[in-house]
């Protein structure tokens, strides 16, 4: 996703002025999105079963998704 968005803001810089990349762009970020938006994510919180409402962590399944490598 960052890369697509890298590149949607490039198409739009003065230098390059290429309108027809950065509306593609946003049609395949849409596109990403919508396909998240409709995903079932697990549980952001994990529960030890012997335990019965024992917190044990955090789990966040999209961290770093959205991060450059």
Known sequence: ?????????KA????????TTAVMCVDYL????TRLACRQFPPSHRYES?????????DNP???SCEAP
């Open 62 to 64: 999209c961290a770093g």
């Open 50 to 58: 012997d335990f019965p409402g024992q917190y044990i962590g955090a």
């Open 12 to 19: 739009l810089s003065p230098g390059v002025n290429d309108t």
């Open 1 to 9: 996703m960052r890369q697509i968005v890298d590149m949607a803001l």
């Open 30 to 33: 849409t596109e990403i999105l």
